[in-house]
């Protein structure tokens, strides 16, 4: 994981929400860019941490979880 500002997104990444995870010790920053922000307006986005190989630079990469998302349309 990276320390936080470690990873600098500048105006393409959008932040969603600090995530607990257990294990972490603080807030983990999750965020998205923004074209598939624009895309998932009107979607409710539902994060978990799960044990796994994930396939990005993220949480996953050294602490052997994954992110899961599942995704419910929102009305408009």
Not at 1 to 23: H, K, N, W
Not at 34 to 60: C, K, M, N, Q
Request: aromatic share 10%; glycine share 18%; charged share 20%.
């Amino acid at each position: 994981m990276l320390p936080r500002g470690g990873f600098r997104t500048g105006g393409s990444g959008v932040p969603l929400a600090e995530l607990e995870v257990d294990g972490a010790g603080k807030p983990v920053g999750f965020w998205m860019s923004r074209s598939r922000y624009e895309a998932w307006a009107h979607t409710r986005l539902i994060v978990d941490v799960v044990p796994g190989r994930g396939s990005g630079f993220s949480l996953e990469a050294p602490e052997g979880v994954r992110f899961l998302i599942r995704s419910r349309v929102v009305g408009a």
